[in-house]
Antibody
Framework: EVQLLESGGGLVQPGGSLRLSCSAS????????MSWVRQAPGKGLEWISSIGDIDDTTYYADSVKGRFTFSRDNSNNTLYLQMSSLRAEDTAVYYC??????????WGQGTLVAVSS | QSVLTQPPSVSAAPGQKVTISCSGSSSNIENDFVSWYQQFPGTAPKLLIYDNNKRPSGIPDRFSGSKSGTSATLGITGLQTGDEADYYCGTWASSLSAPVFGGGTHLTVL
């Protein structure tokens, strides 16, 4: 059974930094692209970043480009999302998702990031 | 404002059928596959339909998907109160080189 478990969320001040982690199990982690999708309170889904399986190529939404860095550790089946220069509009639940050619076929339970002074 | 347009809400009675539309353009829906996600309050989304009309293992055949031109449709038959949820469409937007989602549709089964 595929399991994805996010951690690292919390309250951070504007301009601050936070690192999210996503621990994966139940599938051959290194052979799948992975993504982060966020959902602001009461709002819809927003894709923010993806990372390739083999070459670790990363892709970012314009809203986070230059501020967020997505990486993976295939030896520990873990994803990392380093977030910096955080803004109020980054407040959201952050989900990691298994990316099957653009279909997000498994999701974690999400971790809440709140940016506020 | 979402790239893909969905009605904010739809409703139908138990046992009935409902459809949820997802409208896009030639730079997204028309030239790529569409997926649908179901999300209950306080929980993560779940893949319901992929590649326009395919169901992952475990998804009942009461759920169906279709696509025509720049629009896609999710159909749910034999509605149950347990189907009350938010539903999102998604696809690839070539103009943005990114996956995009619709704004979501809340289904009420009354």
């Amino acid at each position: 059974e595929v399991q994805l478990l996010e951690s690292g969320g919390g309250l951070v001040q504007p301009g601050g930094s936070l690192r999210l982690s996503c621990s994966a199990s139940g599938f051959t982690f290194s052979t799948y692209a992975m993504s982060w999708v966020r959902q602001a309170p009461g709002k819809g889904l927003e894709w923010i970043s993806s990372i390739g399986d083999i070459d670790d190529t990363t892709y970012y939404a314009d809203s986070v480009k230059g501020r967020f860095t997505f990486s993976r550790d295939n030896s520990n089946n873990t994803l990392y999302l380093q977030m910096s220069s955080l803004r109020a509009e980054d407040t959201a639940v952050y989900y990691c998702a298994k990316d099957l050619f653009g279909d997000f076929d498994s999701w974690g339970q999400g971790t809440l990031v709140a940016v506020s002074s | 404002q979402s790239v893909l347009t969905q009605p904010p809400s739809v409703s139908a009675a138990p046992g009935q059928k409902v459809t949820i539309s997802c409208s896009g353009s030639s730079s997204n829906i028309e030239n790529d596959f569409v997926s649908w996600y179901q999300q209950f309050p306080g929980t993560a989304p779940k893949l319901l339909i992929y590649d326009n009309n395919k169901r992952p293992s475990g998804i009942p055949d009461r759920f169906s998907g279709s696509k025509s031109g720049t629009s896609a449709t999710l159909g749910i038959t034999g509605l149950q109160t347990g189907d009350e949820a938010d539903y999102y469409c998604g696809t690839w937007a070539s103009s943005l080189s990114a996956p995009v989602f619709g704004g979501g549709t809340h289904l009420t089964v009354l």
